[in-house]
């Protein structure tokens, strides 16, 4: 064989680096998510002093803690219409402005009837903030960094729970009537910097086009792209999926028929998700609704906001001992968070996914049995069981934050089409915040009745089930455009999306070989 005849080594093509102009949306979005986060776990010192202020009973504690979950659903379900009537840039403003105004009137609270207004009131902001921040993101970043900048919206709930954590620990010792006013009161000081922070930000390049306003998307999409070829693929994609011929401009009759036809299709996208989906759709809708049931029915909220409770159980009896132990659960989580952050991109979703679910399960067995064994041992030979069941609560916390937590918002994102992406967005978050409003109202109850050990012998189970669901049901999407995704999950002859997936398969796949 001649020399001439030996291949060439060539080095793999370098990833491209972050877009520090779609990083600084995603971060600016994401920041919504830390109202969240702050709430979950500031509930959980407040309710301690609340219930000795307030002079109220465990039910009402449970209620009132997860409550918020429940009018949570309202607002997410509002943000879909609203992030397409008003943009979703100007929907995050009103996430912070409604949060802003519960935060104040839950640290003003001079009854239980009032704190329970002021989670309605909060709730709805949630909801808004919890639908509107991972979509956005989506919208925003290019395929190649697609998943790090989507995870932001949980890497910032996290963060916000481990300031609630620190905010109640700080406060624990004032008197008992100002310290949980003072942990509620603090809540309201984000809202106010995001709510302008955000207008810094540029709308959604896909709802621009779904306005008709093409120019403007291309503007944002040159900047928030790692090249110009990459701006106009996208944009191309993003018209076809809309409905939009590829030479439309502003200038063009067809924008002003897309613009006046939009308060009609929004009829049509709640029919086609709920009452007439394709097959592919209905695929979609099993693959992110149940990832979204999973994630809440396997407890991790409950983890959060009644930590002190399972730390009390697992031997630390001193209310500021507790406390401050619970401040790890928030370390735990936004220390191993950045972990799936780090790897969606390079390991993908499902690898990710499976590997949390197994962890998951793992350790809520493990702790559910060392609780178990706690409660037959005299308390002087209980140590080691508690520190076994202490380990094993932030080992589920941490295989929760690296894998779970984040990508499911990531994969609910990315995987349905242009058209119906916010609505079908606003039904998993609802689904989500539903089911961990079901988890921690109940769970109090649930304890008293089969003892925490059971408690989390049932979590155990369910995430056990959602291992096998999250193996079969969820293909990988990591490298595909977001028009691209609607492919993996089957053909169907009456979704014009899947039709023009596979056309863009192809330019995709070599624009991603290419980097």
Not at 70 to 78: K, P, Q
Not at 309 to 314: D, K, M, Q, S, T
Request: net charge neutral.
């Amino acid at each position: 064989m001649s020399k001439d005849a030996v291949p060439v080594a060539v080095a793999p093509a370098k990833r491209p680096p972050i877009n520090k102009y779609a990083f600084g949306c995603a971060l600016l979005a994401s920041m919504n998510s830390v109202l969240l986060g702050y709430d979950i776990s500031v509930m959980s010192g407040a309710q301690i002093f609340m219930k000795e202020d307030l002079k109220i009973t465990d039910t009402q504690i449970e209620i009132l803690a997860g409550v918020i979950n429940i009018y949570s659903l309202f607002g997410s379900l509002a943000a879909g219409l609203t992030s397409d009537w008003l943009g979703r840039r100007y929907t995050m403003v009103l996430a912070a402005a409604i949060f802003f105004t519960g935060a104040l009137l839950m640290g003003l609270a001079p009854s239980y009837a009032f704190l329970m207004a002021g989670r309605f009131v909060a709730g709805i902001g949630v909801g808004y903030a919890l639908m509107i921040a991972p979509v956005y993101t989506a919208e925003v970043a290019p395929t190649s960094a697609r998943g790090f900048l989507t995870s932001f919206p949980e890497v910032f709930n996290n963060s916000g729970i481990l300031l609630g954590y620190v905010s109640n620990f700080a406060f624990a010792r004032l008197p008992v009537h100002l310290s949980w006013r003072a942990m509620f009161l603090v809540g309201a000081v984000p809202p106010i910097f995001l709510g302008v922070a955000v207008l810094a930000m540029p709308e959604s390049p896909r709802w621009l086009v779904m306005r008709g306003r093409i120019d403007d998307a291309r503007r944002v999409l040159q900047k928030t792209s790692d090249s110009p070829d990459e701006a106009e693929e996208r944009l191309l994609d993003i018209k076809k999926a809309v409905g939009i011929p590829e030479d439309v401009s502003d200038a063009d009759d067809l924008v002003a028929i897309v613009r006046a036809n939009k308060a009609s299709q929004g009829q049509g996208v709640w029919k086609e998700l709920l009452l007439n989906p394709t097959r592919p759709v209905r695929r979609m809708l099993v693959a992110g609704l149940g990832l979204m049931f999973i994630q809440q029915a396997t407890g991790v909220d409950c983890v959060v906001m009644y930590s002190p409770r399972v730390f009390e159980r697992a031997g630390i009896k001193s209310k500021t001992n507790s406390l401050g132990a619970s401040m790890a659960v928030g370390v735990c989580k936004t220390f191993f968070i950045p972990i799936a952050t780090l790897l969606l991109d390079r390991v993908g979703r499902r690898p990710l996914l499976l590997a949390s679910g197994g962890g998951m399960a793992i350790f809520l067995f493990t702790l559910a049995t060392s609780l178990l064994m706690m409660d037959r041992r005299p308390e002087g030979e209980a140590k080691a069981l508690g520190a076994v069941s202490i380990a094993a609560m932030l080992s589920f916390v941490a295989s929760f934050a690296s894998g779970l937590g984040p990508v499911a918002w990531v994969y609910c994102s990315e995987i349905y089409p242009v058209r119906l992406r916010a609505q079908a967005a606003a039904i998993g978050t609802g689904l989500n915040r539903m089911m961990s409003g079901a988890t921690t109202m109940s769970f109090l109850s649930l304890s008293n009745t089969i003892s925490i050990a059971g408690s989390f012998y049932l979590y155990a189970c369910i995430a056990a089930a959602g291992w096998v669901f999250m193996y079969f049901f969820l293909p990988e999407t990591k490298g595909q455009s977001l028009e691209d995704t609607v492919k993996l999950f089957g053909k169907d002859t009456d979704d014009d999306d899947v039709d023009t997936g596979r056309h863009e398969h192809n330019k995709s796949t070599q624009l991603s070989a290419q980097h």
